[in-house]
């Protein structure tokens, strides 16, 4: 199989290319110097650097030997200087760009997660014919050894979550209807609590599952050091078969292309599941809460954006992962199997007043909620609208 360069040496070659400016005048090759090309066009290139302690535009002498052979400048981005730790490396890792140059540790497994998703490039072509290849193949060869081959996983973990407990074994728990309170696994209904560390407790069992099925070959070796970008990928390429959210497995590989295929999630019950819910909030959930900024420039636009928010057309817009319908056109049309449905959701909203109406008494809150709910699920206009306006059936 052919052998993959990955740009992984350009520290080592910034730094022949420092010693080469050295006592020679600009413009001037020196031993194994890239040859002299005219660059018009003059370029900013983002430079990210684990090692650098100085952020900004590169300036000093340094800078002038690069502008006069290269006709750029060097941007330096240093999480060194400008703090948070990995968090700017997932911030710019998440949005698909990490820099234009990029010098990392490879020993954290960074190495192997840039370039099985894509943030580096492959540079075989570009340096094949290189002084770089000649002086350092054997290194740059050596070094490509650490990306190892990417397979198909039943199961892909990440760490990014782990708090008082490892959040992904959390989540078959939740199978089973317990939820984490602090270190201890309580029943949805309140009739059992767990100490995670028990021996027999359903935490445990799940740690075990996984060890088990660790020494099958069927999780992924990259779990113990990937983020969870980097875990969310493999997801959109298809290289995991379990999703513990169907935000992940369905939002990430259900593409119209693989859809077509035939390809995607679905969701494939245990027998003796009893899946968690933190059920309803009749007067809404305070734990999540939306505001305006004291300081907002114009609070008034965005208090009309919220209400918008909350309106039925922006729910409908605006709804959590595999719930939005989007705008009917441009990713929903409305077909003769939509107008059977909008016909029996009339049907039901027209009992509902008439019972009203004819038998003069109240429906329950509960009752009408659950009408609601099954509408719900049917896109399009939304049920609310239909229920205040009949006559549009």
């Keep these: 199989m052919k052998k993959k360069v990955i740009c992984i040496l350009f520290y080592m070659a910034l730094f022949v290319l420092q010693a080469a400016g050295c006592g020679r005048e600009t413009g001037e090759l020196g031993d194994g110097g890239s040859e002299k090309k005219n660059y018009k066009e003059f370029i900013t290139v983002d430079v990210y650097d684990e090692f650098a302690n100085y952020q900004g535009i590169q300036s000093g002498w340094f800078a002038k030997v690069v502008k006069d052979r290269f006709n750029m400048e060097l941007n330096i981005i240093a999480p060194n200087v400008r703090g948070g730790g990995d968090t700017l490396y997932q911030t710019r890792a998440a949005t698909g760009n990490l820099g234009d140059l990029i010098l990392i540790n490879s020993s954290n497994g960074k190495f192997n997660e840039l370039a099985k998703s894509g943030l580096i490039m492959d540079c075989t072509e570009l340096i094949k014919n290189k002084d ?36 992904n074994a959390k989540q078959i728990v939740c199978m089973y209807g317990y939820d984490e309170q602090g270190f201890v696994l309580a ?59 169907p935000w992940v497995g369905q ?19 245990v027998k003796d599941m009893q899946i968690f819910s933190f059920g309803c909030f009749p007067d809404g959930d305070p734990t999540n809460i939306i505001a305006i900024g004291s300081e907002a420039e114009d609070p008034q ?5 919220i209400d918008w928010l909350y309106s039925p057309e922006g729910v409908e817009m605006n ?55 099954w509408l719900s ?8 609208r239909q229920e205040k306006n009949l006559i549009g059936c």
Excluded at 354 to 363: A, C, G, K, P, V
């Design 132 to 167: 770089i290849m000649k002086k350092y193949g054997n290194a740059v060869v050596k070094t490509n050894e650490l990306v190892e081959a990417e397979g198909i996983y039943a199961f892909s973990l990440f760490g990014n979550w782990d708090y008082n407990m490892m959040n």
């Design 251 to 269: 939002s990430m590989f259900h593409t119209a292309e693989n859809l077509v295929a035939g390809k995607g999630f679905k969701m494939a019950p």
């Design 187 to 245: 029943k949805a209904d309140g009739s059992d609590y767990q100490d995670i560390i028990e021996s027999d407790s359903f935490y445990i069992k799940v740690l075990r599952f996984f060890n088990e099925a660790n020494s099958r070959g069927l999780v992924d070796p990259e779990s113990f050091s990937q983020s969870y970008d980097a875990w969310l990928l493999k997801y959109q390429k298809g290289k995991v078969l379990y999703s513990p959210w």
């Design 301 to 305: 636009r965005i208090a009309d954006f």
């Design 377 to 384: 699920i049917i896109p399009g206009e939304w049920y609310l």
């Design 319 to 373: 709804g959590q992962a595999n719930g939005a319908a989007g705008p009917m056109g441009l990713t929903w049309e409305q077909t003769q199997r939509w107008s059977i449905l909008r016909n029996i959701t009339c049907f039901w909203l027209l009992l509902v007043q008439i019972i009203r109406q004819q038998m003069r008494m109240q429906i329950s809150q509960r009752c009408v909620g659950s009408v609601k709910q």
